[in-house]
């Protein structure tokens, strides 16, 4: 009989520790305090991290976060967390450095702008747009927002990086000439007014090869028409009499005189069309 009743005590006592402890573990632990086993121990400060729990006896042993990791809150962490690398490659730089107790912040490259912006700095980033040939830039970018283009209209250019397009050159206004004309994506390109294009120069050399072929061609004809005759018109020195002699001589100086006068003629014609290109073209020619 005391057996059992030593046996009912036991129960009981164990029965009354599991509920102690149960209601032990139950209790939260404070603001500042972390839990760990059934003991609350005080967190580390921000930049710290735990070296040793707490005990019934001993307080948390903290160190602080080296080698690039931080830890920005009070905690009852045994390892820090690793700084934030603010990549090139996706558009960052450093705009505050990694403490102990706080993370890198990062920001934009010059020419980006944020994708994923956080409370003080950025994630992640995008170049700005560039704005094409017959565009401009309505709409500067910043580190927050891209480039807006839009397109030019009328008698405007832009080359895609000005803030508004621009007029056209008027190459009268100038007192030249156009040489080509503007586009949305171009300007007027004005030249001297006496300045000629390769072909302009070109066609008048043709001009002046087939001018001179053709008189020389008609000068030709006509010498030979001329040299060409009936055989009874012919004369020999042997057979000749004075009179025919005389008529002959006079035939031929009438002769020579329509050559001279064809000859005259058409130097005339050359030194007249050589005149009118040099006044159409504006070029020098030389006979």
């Given at each position: 009989m005391a057996?059992?009743?030593?046996?009912?005590?036991?129960?009981?006592?164990?029965?009354?520790?599991?509920?102690?402890l149960n209601i032990q573990l139950s209790i939260a632990c404070g603001r500042a305090e972390y839990r760990t086993g059934v003991e609350c121990c005080p967190m580390c400060s921000p930049g710290n991290r735990v070296h040793k729990h707490c005990t019934e006896f001993t307080s948390t042993s903290c160190v602080p976060c080296t080698d690039s990791t931080f830890l920005d809150e009070p905690n009852g962490l045994t390892?820090?967390?690793?700084c934030t690398n603010c990549d090139p490659g996706f558009g960052l730089k450093v705009k505050q450095s990694c403490t102990p107790s706080s993370d890198t912040v990062c920001g934009t490259l010059e020419g980006f702008y944020c994708l994923d912006p956080t409370k003080d700095g950025c994630?992640?980033?995008?170049?700005?747009?560039?704005?094409?040939?017959?565009?401009?830039?309505?709409?500067?970018?910043t580190t927050s927002t891209d480039t807006v283009c839009s397109d030019c209209t009328g008698d405007t250019y832009s080359d895609g990086s000005f803030t508004s397009c621009q007029t056209h050159t008027q190459c009268d206004t100038l007192k030249l000439q156009q040489i080509?004309?503007?586009?949305h994506?171009?300007?007027?390109?004005c030249g001297p007014q006496t300045s000629l294009?390769?072909?302009?120069?070109?066609?008048?050399?043709?001009?002046?090869?087939?001018?001179?072929?053709?008189?020389?061609?008609?000068?030709?004809?006509?010498?030979?028409?001329?040299?060409?005759?009936?055989?009874?018109?012919?004369?020999?020195?042997?057979t000749?009499?004075?009179?025919?002699?005389?008529?002959?001589e006079g035939t031929s100086m009438l002769f020579v005189g329509t050559r001279t006068g064809k000859v005259a003629y058409n130097i005339r014609m050359v030194q007249y069309a050589c005149s009118w290109i040099s006044d159409r073209f504006l070029l020098k020619c030389v006979l």
């Open positions: 057996q059992f009743q030593s046996l009912i005590w036991i129960m009981n006592l164990a029965i009354i520790l599991t509920l102690l390892a820090c967390v690793p994630r992640a980033a995008q170049r700005h747009s560039s704005c094409k040939p017959g565009q401009y830039i309505s709409h500067t970018g080509k004309p503007g586009t994506q171009s300007d007027s390109e294009s390769m072909a302009v120069i070109i066609s008048a050399v043709v001009v002046v090869v087939v001018v001179l072929a053709v008189i020389s061609a008609v000068t030709a004809v006509a010498i030979r028409r001329k040299n060409k005759g009936p055989i009874s018109e012919r004369t020999f020195p042997e000749q009499s004075r009179t025919e002699v005389s008529d002959t």
